[in-house]
């Protein structure tokens, strides 16, 4: 199934020394080109260090993300979304062979400021990166129904997606679950907020962005922003970081 990839957010970052990531469980991977210093990965107990190189950080994990300040991280970095989800942990990414040329052209790209390529780059890198077995995507066709299905409409019910899997609510509730260690309803609930912090980065009005993740009411969208992100739509248009 081929890969779709949405960007959120990008940069070229030397970090500041109070830099850190408190990561509760976005719908989106961080992939970072690290050129210099590094930082710490830890999830589940266990501290990773991350030094020069490329990595793809999980989505829908909890972790954190901390580095030396005498030595801090420099990194290029996006915030993705894939679809069909990458169930990969923590991945470190050989840069040869192709993977290495289209690091090239993204880094020409940046530097020119035509960023209108990105996208399909950072596309046609993951899929690279897929096909040489570094990362793993979801392989249920049931399940890869429903978020396609997901991703077109973000008010479906779980009684729609039980019926495009072929399951019982019952069962696929259970399944989802096992699957994504989330409901079905939460991952809905996580892509909208993924989807609209990438079109509130773009520029787009609060109203756009509302109407774009399901939302009749821009006020209810705000509330339901700021209900999970701790923070109200406008204010998110500062926020830029690994």
Known sequence: MRLQVSI???????CVPSWAVDETGSGYH??????DGGCTFSMNGKDTHLSKGLYLLPSQRAYTLSHDRRDPLTCRWFHITISPPIISPLVRIPIRGAISSMLA???EVMRTRITDALPSLIEALITVIRSEGHIDSIS???LARVLAAVHDDMTSSNERLAAIAGLSREYFIRLFEKTFSMTP???IAELRIVRAKGLIA???KIVSVAAAVGFSDDKAFSRFFKARTGMKPTAYRSVRQP
């Open 8 to 14: 959120i957010l990008y940069g070229d970052t030397r």
């Open 30 to 35: 961080r992939l970072y080109h690290i050129y």
């Open 105 to 107: 052209s993204i880094s």
């Open 140 to 142: 249920d066709e049931r």
């Open 185 to 187: 309803q939460d991952y």
């Open 202 to 204: 773009s520029g787009e």
